[in-house]
Nanobody, 124 residues
Framework: QVHLVESGGGLVQAGGSLRLSCAAS????????MAWFRQAHGNKRDFEAG????????NYADSVKGRFTISRDNAEKSVYLQMNNAKPEDTAVYYC?????????????????WGQGTQVAVSS
């Protein structure tokens, strides 16, 4: 069982930066692919960025490619999402997720454990 706790959400102006963190406990963190999903009000939860267990593979949604960077520190059992050049459409609840699948899958159904989410709001 892996327990995930997100932090770092908040309010940022358009064009600004924010760094989300996700701390894991339980399980063997380094054996899980990790990802960030987000859910805007009334919408489904969408994949935004994923990273393989050693960090060698990263995947991004087209909407955030070039602006967001996912990284992980297996020694710290943490995964991060650096958000640069934030846009109002990035406003959402951001969720951290862990998957036993190899690579950095994009499918929500591939993920076994989820955090409670952290709210990000980008003002125009």
């Amino acid at each position: 069982q892996v327990h995930l706790v997100e932090s770092g959400g908040g309010l940022v102006q358009a064009g600004g930066s924010l760094r989300l963190s996700c701390a894991a406990s339980g399980g063997t963190f380094s054996s899980y692919s990790m990802a960030w999903f987000r859910q805007a009000h009334g919408n489904k939860r969408d994949f935004e960025a994923g990273i393989s267990w050693r960090g060698g593979i990263t995947n991004y949604a087209d909407s955030v490619k070039g602006r967001f960077t996912i990284s992980r520190d297996n020694a710290e059992k943490s995964v991060y999402l650096q958000m640069n050049n934030a846009k109002p459409e990035d406003t959402a609840v951001y969720y951290c997720a862990a998957s036993r699948s190899l690579g950095a899958p994009r499918s929500e159904s591939s993920y076994d454990y989820w955090g409670q989410g952290t709210q990000v709001a980008v003002s125009s």
